[in-house]
DNA sequence: TCGAACAATTTAAATATTTCAATAAATAAG
DNA sequence: CTTATTTATTGAAATATTTAAATTGTTCGA
């Protein structure tokens, strides 16, 4: 094991966080995750994505799986927050990608 | 026009970019297109993956598409490069979306 | 010009994703 | 315990993506 990124961040985990990315419902929600800094309840989704409580569901579970969002869990509630390391592995990933 | 950054990466612009990267042979021919120092033709991606011509093609086009690579015509070959400019928007991009 | 080599397009199929209605699960409040 | 609230799951339809065969377009070399 020589490379220690690579550990973290595979082809694999990388492909699946940027499936996570790849609709614009979910970047809505990364970015009102970041608009209510790191405090957004399931709840509050719907009234800013115009679609039914288990495609925002459907969508949330894309972002955890990922792992690039964590939800916890208050109450009746769930409240998510950006992941950044693993926002930072990423981009780190797509550095890599990079010719110079 | 205040942001200028927003010009040159809005959401529609990341989601096709997104999109580009979310399927594990595209990010296959991006890594080649790195391993070869920006220099990788058409023709060689046969060698790489398993799939027929057309199909190479269509992942091609959208990853030219997204912009996040660039086709140089040569003759009968075309020679793909990495766009890092885009994939430095890209990157601004997602540390946007980041809290801290 | 003709044929070979490489890339792009068209069309259709197989597969995956998105969406919502209905339902279930979990928890808070009364 | 019962009901209301919030989130998750299931199942099915609509839509999108991926794939390859067949074809077309381009360019090079003889």
Redesign the pocket.
């Known amino acids: 094991m020589t490379d220690l990124a690579s550990t973290t961040m595979n082809a694999k985990k990388a492909g699946r966080i940027s ?1 996570a990315l ?2 614009p ?2 970047l809505v929600i990364l970015k009102e995750i970041k608009k209510r800094n790191d405090c957004l ?4 989704i ?1 009234d800013i994505i ?13 972002l ?1 799986d990922s792992e690039i969002i964590v ?1 916890e ?6 409240k998510y927050k950006l992941n950044n390391e693993v926002m930072d592995e990423y981009i780190a990933f797509l550095q890599s990608l990079k010719t110079e």
Do not use: F, M, W
Not at 41 to 44: K, R, S, T
Not at 50 to 62: G, R
Not at 73 to 78: A, D, F, L, P, T
């Open positions: 499936k790849a609709d419902n979910r309840y399931c709840v509050e719907t115009d679609l039914a409580q288990p495609s925002i569901c459907h969508h949330l579970k894309q955890t939800g869990k208050e109450g009746r509630n769930v």
